[in-house]
């Protein structure tokens, strides 16, 4: 085996005097530190020089640390106008916003590579549509592969019905691209055969949140960091989204701040938090819910509750109900805040059933989540005993995946109570939010039709569609996939991965034929013989989905091939602008989707440019976390286009929701749900457009829900998976070095040397016992994967549970196998282990278990169990060129 070493250039050009210079922001995780990009052509060598006089930096070189020096990884060439330019791209020193500091983290300081250069490993960028013939993808034009789409896509919705065309797309991208395929999917082709690329079902991720009354990214940064007190539950920042932690919660942490981080792992972020006086809740994997509500209970025993915030701010069981009109709820958050397992009659009757629950009793709690009881009363404490002089620390809670994905409904709906009971509702430094993972690039073109969807949860109510068990169960006839990897990314991927396999290219009909009809009419008799067609549109060729399942490939153009604008975890709006030429006839994922809406026959698709896409957009942002509607007004007043409105802030662009002022000027919103905010007396003018959650919370009183988060919902479930004999638990989630599926990075040498295969990080005790060093290769396999047959199977409410579809029958047990290389190490708590969670080759994902969690939609990602076997040494165990074993505990 060979590993591509990481050989260095040692020298890169400088940007001379008079380069084009181009805002930009990373395009990774949610944080989006700002960059700038500068960019002049190769031909003439005209490049600047060392000295001040010389340069675009205006800085005599060699410049002090953390100056604008370049690295050869923020160096590259790349095509513009049909020329080929140096491009250098650093984060910008300048900026006012997020990375005030001009710093980046790993991925983004190199983010020059992701540029597509022929020269370089992004050389396999598509370039032109392809179509399989004869088991072969080839070339085509745009015309040809669209007529096929549009014309298959038709007859399928027709036919079959508007549910057995399934869109599975990325809502992380970019408001322009997001929008378009929104509109076509949801307004057009009407189906809820539709999905993002994180869940199998179109839901909320944290259904907790939205019963409660909390956006999920109502905080601003400077919150995370003014904290006294800050709980942060499944994640680790300085992994995931490491300038968030580095320039925000780090001072806060030197500055006294106590931060508690609850996480099976004690990662980086996390041992710097407790050798800072902070604290770690070393949970067993999936007990989170009862811990948190240990804390509750502890906080209501001793009546450190925020009473009076408690008395302004949180509904009684009549004002949940209130509003909703009567018979059937079929919104999910309504019907759950009304359904008697979750509604209360507020927080003492809520603190009545707390009480009385007594797997929540700290000695219990701690029992089951193999922690140290201690730990429970000392979080209490922090998080809510008022001070010498009757002051309450400021707390914040932050959650991201690993929480969320443990126990979905359950978690999410204890952890927004904690908040409620403390006060974390939206005062500066008092906050509760998601940290996030990719960026805000969504805006709905259309409304979910949950009239379509046939699941159902106890009662008259209707969940979204499962689109995963839906495909499985060969309902799925036409699947256009977009910019995800959907196999790996959901549970089960070995199975969902087997039966496209069925769907697709074992399938009887496939294309013999150059001729366009016949390619049309072998399409259409798969789909009516209980086939799928596929249409992928990425960026690369994608395995398996696109390389080996894909009848119609588009190539998509991405970040700097063209203008866009997008959010990030503050709701901070930027431009990203277009600075190089995407290769070949690569074109962005709205063009793709307006031609074929205009070749389906829709209309309302005659964009001519992305501008034009994100001013129709822009209406359909007001109310929303992110609205950017009176941009767009201040730009037509002023004879602009939107984008260069929003482009005129740079890289410290503006927070959403933006107003406009008395004078014309624009104002971003710095947090919401900010109870300590004023707005104008006689209410928005002029365009402008209040939402509640500005200043209040987001139900129908405005105030918040709190609402039981009851173990047994979950506990069938978990008492079942949990380890058997020589079964570890197995969960998964990112590595800083790896961005998601790691699809530019396998493409960088210096990446691909330090993380060449997925991993499998093991605790000493458990390695000993099983005879395994670091180093060695590993399989981890199962053969208690469980997966729902059907869509939820039941007429009861316990027909639901987990112990309800296994009693009807609806679940089978599969196997499961992937390879890793065994990372022995102190950092990770006894009897769990953990891996990549999206390395596309060996997909954790395969060890977890297809079953949505029956309230909410989703599944509970983090929940698997695994047996390992060494099947041998890896190549990196006795060479330290590539795959370091170090404890990642170093702080």
Same mark, same amino acid.
């Not at 008259?460 to 196999?487: P, Q, Y």
């Not at 969690?853 to 040494?873: C, F, H, M, Q």
């Given at each position: 085996?060979?590993?591509?070493?990481?050989?260095?250039?040692?020298?890169?050009?400088?940007?001379?005097?008079?380069?084009?210079?181009?805002?930009?922001?990373?395009?990774?995780?949610?944080?989006?530190?700002?960059?700038?990009?500068?960019?002049?052509?190769?031909?003439?060598?005209?490049?600047?020089?060392?000295?001040?006089?010389?340069?675009?930096?205006?800085?005599?070189?060699?410049?002090?640390?953390?100056?604008?020096?370049?690295?050869?990884?923020?160096?590259?060439?790349?095509?513009?106008?049909?020329?080929?330019?140096?491009?250098?791209?650093?984060?910008?020193?300048?900026?006012?916003?997020?990375?005030?500091?001009?710093?980046?983290?790993?991925?983004?300081?190199?983010?020059?590579?992701?540029?597509?250069?022929?020269?370089?490993?992004?050389?396999?960028?598509?370039?032109?549509?392809?179509?399989?013939?004869?088991?072969?993808?080839?070339?085509?034009?745009?015309?040809?592969?669209?007529?096929?789409?549009?014309?298959?896509?038709?007859?399928?919705?027709?036919?079959?019905?508007?549910?057995?065309?399934?869109?599975?797309?990325?809502?992380?991208?970019?408001?322009?691209?997001?929008?378009?395929?929104?509109?076509?999917?949801?307004?057009?082709?009407?189906?809820?055969?539709?999905?993002?690329?994180?869940?199998?079902?179109?839901?909320?991720?944290?259904?907790?949140?939205?019963?409660?009354?909390?956006?999920?990214?109502?905080?601003?940064?400077?919150?995370?960091?003014?904290?006294?007190?800050?709980?942060?539950?499944?994640?680790?920042?300085?992994?995931?989204?490491?300038?968030?932690?580095?320039?925000?919660?780090?001072?806060?942490?030197?500055?006294?701040?106590?931060?508690?981080?609850?996480?099976?792992?004690?990662?980086?972020?996390?041992?710097?938090?407790?050798?800072?006086?902070?604290?770690?809740?070393?949970?067993?994997?999936?007990?989170?819910?009862?811990?948190?509500?240990?804390?509750?209970?502890?906080?209501?025993?001793?009546?450190?509750?925020?009473?009076?915030?408690?008395?302004?701010?949180?509904?009684?069981?009549?004002?949940?109900?209130?509003?909703?009109?009567?018979?059937?709820?079929?919104?999910?958050?309504?019907?759950?805040?009304?359904?008697?397992?979750?509604?209360?009659?507020?927080?003492?009757?809520?603190?009545?059933?707390?009480?009385?629950?007594?797997?929540?009793?700290?000695?219990?709690?701690?029992?089951?989540?193999?922690?140290?009881?201690?730990?429970?009363?000392?979080?209490?404490?922090?998080?809510?005993?008022?001070?010498?002089?009757?002051?309450?620390?400021?707390?914040?809670?932050?959650?991201?995946?690993?929480?969320?994905?443990?126990?979905?409904?359950?978690?999410?709906?204890?952890?927004?109570?904690?908040?409620?009971?403390?006060?974390?509702?939206?005062?500066?430094?008092?906050?509760?939010?998601?940290?996030?993972?990719?960026?805000?690039?969504?805006?709905?073109?259309?409304?979910?039709?949950?009239?379509?969807?046939?699941?159902?949860?106890?009662?008259?109510?209707?969940?979204?569609?499962?689109? $995963?068990? !839906?495909?499985? =169960?060969?309902?799925? #006839?036409?699947?256009?996939?977009? /910019?995800?990897? +959907?196999?790996? &990314?959901?549970?089960?991927?070995?199975?969902?991965?087997?039966?496209?396999?069925?769907?697709?290219?074992?399938?009887?009909?496939?294309?013999?034929?150059?001729?366009?009809?016949?390619?049309?009419?072998?399409?259409?008799?798969?789909?009516?013989?209980?086939?799928?067609?596929?249409?992928?549109?990425?960026?690369?060729?994608?395995?398996?989905?696109?390389?080996?399942?894909?009848?119609?490939?588009?190539?998509?153009?991405?970040?700097?091939?063209?203008?866009?604008?997008?959010?990030?975890?503050?709701?901070?709006?930027?431009?990203?602008?277009?600075?190089?030429?995407?290769?070949?006839?690569?074109?962005? $994922?709205? !063009?793709?989707? =307006?031609?074929?809406? #205009?070749?389906?026959?829709?209309? /309302?698709?005659? +964009?001519?440019? &992305?501008?034009?896409?994100?001013?129709?957009?822009?209406?359909?942002?007001?109310?929303?976390?992110?609205?950017?509607?009176?941009?767009?007004?201040?730009?037509?007043?002023?004879?602009?286009?939107?984008?260069?409105?929003?482009?005129?802030?740079?890289?410290?662009?503006?927070?959403?929701?933006?107003?406009?002022?008395?004078?014309?000027?624009?104002?971003?919103?710095?947090?919401?749900?900010?109870?300590?905010?004023?707005?104008?007396?006689?209410?928005?003018?002029?365009?402008?457009?209040?939402?509640?959650?500005?200043?209040?919370?987001?139900?129908?009183?405005?105030?918040?829900?709190?609402?039981?988060?009851?173990?047994?919902?979950? =506990?069938?479930?978990?008492?079942?998976?949990?380890?058997?004999?020589?079964?570890?638990?197995?969960?998964?989630?990112?590595?800083?070095?790896?961005?998601?599926?790691?699809?530019?990075?396998?493409?960088?040498?210096?990446?691909?040397?330090?993380?060449?295969?997925?991993?499998?990080?093991?605790?000493?005790?458990?390695?000993?016992?099983?005879?395994?060093?670091?180093?060695?290769?590993?399989?981890?396999?199962?053969?208690?994967?469980?997966?729902?047959?059907?869509?939820?199977?039941?007429?009861?409410?316990?027909?639901?549970?987990?112990?309800?579809?296994?009693?009807?029958?609806?679940?089978?047990?599969?196997?499961?196998?992937?390879?890793?290389?065994?990372?022995?190490?102190?950092?990770?708590?006894?009897?769990?282990?953990?891996?990549?969670?999206?390395?596309?080759?060996?997909?954790?994902?395969?060890?977890?278990?297809?079953?949505?969690?029956?309230?909410?939609?989703?599944?509970?990602?983090?929940?698997?169990?695994?047996?390992?076997?060494?099947?041998?040494?890896?190549?990196?165990?006795?060479?330290?060129?590539?795959?370091?074993?170090?404890?990642?505990?170093?702080?």
């Amino acid at each position: 085996m060979t590993t591509p070493y990481y050989i260095p250039e040692t020298n890169v050009p400088l940007p001379p005097k008079g380069a084009d210079v181009i805002t930009t922001a990373c395009d990774y995780c949610i944080v989006a530190c700002g960059y700038k990009v500068y960019r002049w052509p190769v031909a003439g060598g005209n490049d600047g020089g060392p000295e001040a006089e010389n340069n675009a930096f205006d800085e005599d070189f060699p410049v002090s640390t953390l100056g604008p020096w370049v690295a050869p990884n923020q160096h590259n060439i790349v095509m513009h106008e049909g020329n080929p330019h140096h491009v250098v791209i650093i984060p910008d020193k300048d900026t006012e916003a997020v990375n005030t500091n001009g710093d980046s983290s790993l991925r983004g300081g190199c983010i020059a590579q992701k540029c597509y250069n022929p020269q370089t490993p992004t050389r396999d960028r598509l370039s032109a549509p392809l179509i399989r013939m004869y088991g072969i993808l080839q070339p085509v034009t745009w015309d040809f592969a669209l007529d096929i789409a549009a014309e298959v896509g038709n007859y399928v919705r027709k036919t079959h019905g508007a549910n057995a065309y399934g869109v599975k797309t990325f809502s992380y991208q970019y408001i322009e691209n997001t929008y378009a395929i929104s509109k076509y999917a949801l307004r057009h082709v009407n189906t809820a055969n539709f999905t993002f690329h994180d869940t199998p079902s179109d839901v909320s991720s944290t259904p907790g949140f939205r019963d409660a009354g909390f956006d999920n990214f109502g905080p601003a940064y400077e919150d995370w960091r003014d904290a006294e007190t800050l709980l942060c539950c499944g994640t680790d920042p300085y992994e995931t989204k490491t300038i968030l932690f580095t320039q925000w919660m780090m001072p806060g942490i030197q500055n006294g701040q106590k931060c508690i981080m609850m996480n099976p792992r004690r990662t980086a972020g996390v041992a710097y938090a407790e050798n800072n006086g902070g604290l770690w809740l070393d949970i067993n994997l999936g007990t989170d819910l009862l811990v948190v509500n240990a804390i509750a209970r502890v906080i209501a025993e001793n009546g450190w509750q925020d009473a009076k915030w408690i008395e302004k701010w949180v509904n009684n069981k009549w004002e949940s109900s209130s509003g909703f009109g009567q018979g059937t709820r079929n919104t999910p958050w309504q019907w759950r805040t009304t359904w008697g397992k979750f509604q209360t009659d507020g927080y003492d009757d809520w603190v009545k059933w707390l009480m009385a629950q007594d797997e929540f009793k700290p000695e219990n709690a701690a029992k089951m989540a193999g922690i140290d009881i201690q730990k429970i009363y000392t979080a209490a404490e922090w998080m809510a005993k008022p001070k010498a002089d009757g002051s309450r620390p400021k707390t914040s809670i932050m959650i991201e995946k690993g929480f969320y994905w443990s126990n979905n409904t359950g978690n999410t709906m204890a952890i927004s109570a904690l908040a409620i009971q403390v006060g974390a509702g939206g005062r500066p430094g008092q906050v509760v939010g998601r940290a996030g993972g990719h960026q805000r690039g969504g805006v709905r073109g259309g409304k979910y039709p949950r009239n379509k969807s046939p699941m159902k949860v106890p009662g008259r109510r209707r969940r979204a569609l499962d689109t $995963d068990t !839906w495909t499985m =169960s060969g309902h799925t #006839r036409f699947a256009h996939v977009i /910019g995800t990897t +959907w196999i790996q &990314s959901m549970c089960g991927s070995q199975q969902l991965g087997k039966r496209f396999e069925e769907l697709t290219v074992q399938n009887p009909h496939q294309v013999m034929s150059y001729d366009k009809q016949e390619i049309i009419d072998t399409l259409k008799a798969r789909a009516d013989n209980g086939g799928m067609v596929v249409v992928n549109q990425d960026i690369y060729l994608v395995d398996p989905i696109g390389n080996r399942y894909a009848d119609i490939i588009f190539p998509a153009a991405t970040w700097g091939e063209d203008t866009f604008m997008r959010a990030n975890g503050e709701r901070r709006l930027r431009v990203y602008n277009k600075f190089y030429d995407a290769p070949g006839e690569a074109k962005p $994922d709205w !063009w793709i989707i =307006s031609q074929l809406a #205009r070749k389906m026959g829709f209309d /309302g698709f005659d +964009w001519e440019n &992305s501008n034009d896409v994100a001013e129709e957009s822009a209406r359909f942002s007001r109310g929303s976390r992110k609205d950017f509607n009176m941009i767009k007004v201040a730009a037509h007043r002023e004879g602009k286009t939107l984008h260069e409105k929003l482009g005129e802030f740079g890289t410290n662009g503006i927070q959403g929701p933006v107003f406009m002022a008395d004078d014309g000027s624009l104002m971003g919103t710095k947090r919401l749900h900010d109870t300590t905010r004023s707005l104008s007396d006689t209410g928005p003018a002029g365009s402008n457009m209040f939402n509640k959650k500005l200043t209040h919370f987001n139900s129908q009183t405005g105030r918040c829900n709190i609402e039981k988060s009851p173990w047994s919902l979950f =506990s069938d479930y978990w008492e079942w998976m949990s380890p058997k004999d020589d079964e570890l638990w197995c969960t998964s989630g990112r590595t800083n070095e790896r961005w998601q599926s790691g699809f530019d990075d396998r493409r960088r040498p210096y990446i691909v040397q330090r993380w060449p295969d997925n991993y499998v990080e093991i605790h000493p005790d458990d390695a000993a016992e099983r005879g395994i060093e670091s180093g060695d290769m590993l399989m981890v396999y199962s053969d208690r994967v469980p997966s729902l047959k059907e869509t939820t199977l039941g007429v009861q409410g316990d027909d639901y549970t987990f112990t309800g579809q296994m009693r009807n029958g609806n679940v089978e047990l599969s196997k499961a196998a992937v390879t890793g290389v065994a990372m022995v190490t102190r950092h990770i708590k006894k009897g769990i282990i953990f891996m990549d969670f999206l390395h596309t080759a060996q997909p954790a994902n395969a060890l977890e278990g297809r079953i949505v969690d029956w309230i909410s939609g989703n599944y509970n990602y983090k929940i698997g169990v695994a047996r390992l076997k060494k099947i041998g040494e890896s190549p990196y165990k006795h060479s330290f060129r590539s795959m370091s074993f170090a404890p990642r505990d170093i702080s």
